[in-house]
């Protein structure tokens, strides 16, 4: 959980946040990285943003109450792991903040205005997606801009999902486009870069776990990219592509990674996967990438509980990252059966964890 010292700094310096320059984040494996039209053309997803006419005056009591408000929970950008933080609601939108203080982000509160035959009218740009007791308690994943963000105890969030009236008279600000992170016109760098990140410690680590390909990574085809996928792994050939003129971060890169190679190790152990995935439910959200197609969510179960091993190397609070974990579970079920599997092996042996993923005992 967050410390009270935690809670403190990040209300400290909520005002003072201002929108970073690019993305930390990205979109996860398989997510298509374009803006959809309705977007381009000022108009949004009916299941993520609605539409309300901008014209009736604002409610200054409820804005009053609302804005400077902090939300502790879970923010997944773009379907890669949660990330631990709050979000305070603020009149230049909703400013995320890690609880390690490495991550900051600024969420439109609402869409831009636009003009139509009925008037001038903003989507909304958070709503609650569902509700989910899974974890004996009910969390609320609510869907922001690039992202979805869960909590146990929505307070504000609850006002703006609702679309009260002051949030029309806020500066119009236009959505953001994130910037890849590589141009796609320069081939050699494109592969320059698949080769040094496939070469990197991180893909090593991947490579123990997983198993390594065969043939070095390539730079995914037309036929691909068409069917909107970031990466895709062929068992027949033992290979791999990728597609990082596409992604908008690093982050994004070492997720696509282990997704694919997760695939490889899927296909080798078949009959494994079968017997430690019994009784797994389905992903919730239908938005969320592998719902309704268990190959894909089992990778990224598999990618999720890797990066949740990753990130707890050096653990000194047991409790609090698994915590963390039944948050990781709540979005892609599986993560948490599949993080005690890969604490088991070899490549975590030192694991500050891995006795209490492996037997529930404390080492």
Known sequence: MLRLTTLAALAAVAGAASRVPGPVFGLAAGYSTSPPADRLAGTTPDDTLRARLAGSRPTSSSARATLG????????????????????????????????????????????????????????????????????????????????????????????AAHPSWLDRLSSREWTVERALIGDRDPAAVRGLLEAFTASPYADSLYAIFGRPERPAGVIGQRGRAAGRLGEYVASRDSLSLDPARMTSEAQLRHTL???????????STAQLAALWQGIPAIRDPRRYGYGNLSEHQAEAAAFAVHFLLASASARDVDGELATLDHYELLVPGTRTLSRYFAMQPAFRGHPMRATLTTGRPR
Do not use: I
């Open 258 to 268: 282990a997704h694919e190679l997760a695939h490889r190790w899927q296909a080798r």
């Open 69 to 160: 408000s902090l939300v502790v929970g879970y923010f997944s950008a773009r379907g890669l792991p949660p990330v631990q933080g709050a979000l305070t609601v603020t009149d230049t939108g909703l400013v995320f903040h890690s609880a390690d203080g490495r991550f900051t982000r600024t969420l439109p509160l609402v869409g831009p205005v636009r003009v139509s035959a009925e008037g001038r009218w903003r989507a909304s740009a958070v709503s609650l997606g569902y509700v989910d007791p899974a974890l004996g308690r009910d969390a609320y994943v609510f869907r922001v801009d690039g992202g979805v963000f869960e909590t146990d105890a929505p307070g504000p969030l609850m006002e703006v």
